[in-house]
């Protein structure tokens, strides 16, 4: 793996970077967003569609180990030459994490000196250091993600300390362990806890580590504190490797990560709509924002997101956004995807995670574009209001759903 800083925002520490990775045809520039996997493959994307998303910005993919221990053996997976071999997408890179927010959560309770526990659909698992270090030798992962023991923002301080600790124990131990190679990310907790948060970072930037998992977020914080926590442990770390943040999933809250440097994102927040039948249709954005990108057709909240199950839609014949260059906006349209989530048929999702993707996608090219020119902070603020007028349009459809 190859990163560097090619451009910061005029003011504050927004940045964008290349990031090269040697399964990928051409180097991934950042802020970028990987996508979410369910034992590699896109939720709902079949892999003969992958290659209708942008490239090569689809080509980073978020995968759990955790998601294989209801199937292959590690050690089947291995015979099979890694992920990459075993799922036939050579030209795709892998970041591997223990955690996600939809089939591997963490669980605090559970978690003892041994391992890291988690929810999963085997039930509650307790992985051990040398446990995950095994499994992540055996798939190959391009980037992977040390164990860590993630806590919720309310914990006593006592639990946040032991969490800190462990995580670096558990980090020392996967590096001591590791033979397959990679790129290591050192994972960073401390909760809600701005001093326990600036400790870890301090540890964890000592080791040898080529990047850094922000972890801990999305457990219970608030926007409002979030800054805070994300500065104290950007400020420590070394400027020159990237920085991959879980649980941030929100524009807004995209906004805030990128903010505080953060370089890779996850997107299980393009799941989460898929599966409501929500698509995404708010104007990813530019540098210069003006009144005549927000009014296309919109009707009150449409400016983000609209339900397509919504009976309003159901002989609307427009694409989900009219100038969208992806697959779905280019073949289908608003009625025939209402049909298709009314009959419960599977393509719905399909055609709508390919759409929930590309416009995701737009989005952080577009913020690339914003700090390369020096604007971001114009382009965040502008992005907010724009998204708060939705709350307070005067013809807001029933069937819009607002962020």
């Given at each position: ?148 023991d993630e806590v919720p923002a309310w914990v006593s301080e006592k639990r946040n300390k032991t969490s800190v600790d462990r995580t670096v124990r558990w980090l020392d131990e996967c590096i001591a362990r590791n033979s397959a190679g990679g790129t290591v990310l ?184 914003a700090i390369k020119a020096g604007e971001f902070e114009k382009f965040r603020q502008g992005f907010i209001e724009r998204r708060r007028e939705c709350d307070d349009h005067p013809d807001v459809a029933a069937a819009a759903v607002c962020v």
């Amino acid at each position: 793996m190859k990163f560097a800083v090619k451009a910061w925002n005029s003011s504050g520490k927004a940045r964008s970077g290349i990031l090269q990775l040697g399964n990928c045809p051409g180097p991934i520039e950042t802020p970028a967003l990987l996508l979410s996997t369910r034992k590699g493959l896109p939720h709902f994307i079949s892999p003969d569609l992958l290659p209708s998303l942008p490239s090569p910005d689809s080509h980073l993919l978020q995968v759990s180990p955790l998601h294989f221990l209801e199937g292959l053996s590690p050690k089947t997976i291995s015979s099979l030459g890694g992920l990459n071999q075993m799922l036939g997408l050579p030209d795709y890179a892998f970041a591997a994490v223990a955690r996600d927010s939809i089939q591997s959560l963490p669980e605090y309770n559970s978690t003892n000196k041994i391992g890291a526990s988690f929810e999963t659909r085997c039930g509650r698992l307790l992985i051990k250091p040398v446990d995950y270090v095994e499994m992540i030798s055996c798939m190959r992962p391009d980037i992977w993600a040390t164990l860590a023991d993630e806590v919720p923002a309310w914990v006593s301080e006592k639990r946040n300390k032991t969490s800190v600790d462990r995580t670096v124990r558990w980090l020392d131990e996967c590096i001591a362990r590791n033979s397959a190679g990679g790129t290591v990310l050192g994972s960073i907790v401390g909760g809600s806890n701005v001093e326990e948060r600036e400790r870890c970072a301090q540890e964890v930037s000592q080791r040898s580590v080529s990047g850094y998992l922000i972890g801990g977020f999305g457990l219970g914080e608030s926007m409002e504190e979030r800054p805070a926590l994300l500065n104290a442990v950007t400020d420590i770390l070394q400027e020159e490797k990237p920085r991959f943040v879980c649980g941030l999933g929100l524009p807004e809250e995209v906004l805030q990560g990128v903010a505080a440097g953060i370089d890779l994102f996850d997107s299980e927040y393009v799941y989460h709509l898929t599966l409501g039948g929500i698509a995404l249709t708010f104007p990813p954005g530019g540098v210069e924002i003006n009144g005549s990108e927000f009014h296309p057709s919109y009707m009150g909240s449409e400016k983000t997101k609209i339900n397509l199950k919504a009976t309003i839609y159901r002989k609307d014949t427009s694409p989900i956004v009219e100038d969208c260059g992806c697959y779905t906006c280019q073949n289908h349209t608003k009625a025939y995807i209402n049909h298709l989530l009314n009959v419960h048929e599977m393509l719905a999702q399909i055609l709508l995670e390919i759409h929930n993707t590309h416009h995701y996608l737009r989005f952080f090219k577009s913020i690339r574009e914003a700090i390369k020119a020096g604007e971001f902070e114009k382009f965040r603020q502008g992005f907010i209001e724009r998204r708060r007028e939705c709350d307070d349009h005067p013809d807001v459809a029933a069937a819009a759903v607002c962020v």
